[in-house]
């Protein structure tokens, strides 16, 4: 099986690249952030606080997460619940990484995206994929672009989903979320020190992708 690992900051675009990357080489395409912005839904749903280790491991075996591909579109399901739009919400996005931080929450995902990697071509992307969840993929990409640009895309993107956001606020979680990945003691985010960097800021999405896709299809080694 080809794996493909593509990490970086958040806003970076991606799961939009990544998706259409993989739509174009035939790969699965596996977005792990989404799979933990449902088990931030999970905690919340259940009132548990994100900090606390010992909660979080004891619901870790009720919690189900799985990705469907509906209408070529990737749906994001918990415990049998379509929670593709809730994830996306500033209230999980803050919750997100605090629970992701908690070790045991971090080897239970792990483990069900290594087992995805086992049994298809992939490419997947999030913040330690390549250096910590498939740190022997065969081609590993550091996509980033600047906080302004990110931050832009992400406001437009809220909009054209009907949902109310404001610029600054967004550019101001973007910066604060590139800290606290940057710092965090598990898993921090960084590229992998084989991996290809990739900057967007100045690149629109076909551009994008198509870099994406000849860099993969250069590294993959047959």
């Known amino acids: 099986m080809i794996q ?8 970076a675009g991606k799961s939009s690249i990544s998706r259409e ?7 699965i395409y596996v977005d792990t952030g989404a799979m933990y912005r449902a088990a931030a839904v999970f905690i919340m749903q259940r009132r548990i606080d994100p900090d606390d280790a010992e909660k979080i491991g ?21 415990c049998g619940e379509n929670v593709s739009r809730v994830i996306r919400t500033r209230e999980v996005t803050r919750c997100a990484p ?37 740190p022997n993929a065969d081609v590993k990409i550091f996509l ?31 910066r604060e979320r590139d800290y606290y990945d940057e710092n965090k003691p598990i898993s921090p985010l960084r590229p992998a020190a084989d991996s290809v960097l990739i900057d967007t800021s100045e690149l629109d999405f076909e551009h994008s992708v198509q870099l994406v896709v000849d860099t993969i299809q250069n590294g993959i080694k047959y």
């Open 21 to 27: 990357a993989a739509r174009r080489l035939g790969f």
């Open 58 to 78: 004891a619901v870790l075996p009720m919690m189900d997460i799985e990705l469907r591909y509906e209408d070529g579109e990737q749906k994001v399901y918990l």
């Open 144 to 174: 980033t672009a600047s906080p302004e640009v990110r931050a832009q895309r992400r406001y437009k993107e809220l909009l054209e989903k009907g949902m109310e956001a404001d610029y600054d606020s967004v550019l101001a979680d973007i």
């Open 98 to 134: 605090i629970v992701s931080a908690q070790p045991k929450l971090r080897q239970c995902l792990s483990q069900m995206q290594q087992e995805m990697a086992q049994h298809h071509n992939i490419i997947m992307d999030g913040r330690d994929i390549g250096t910590v969840v498939l």
């Open 4 to 11: 493909v690992a593509i990490d970086g900051p958040s806003g």
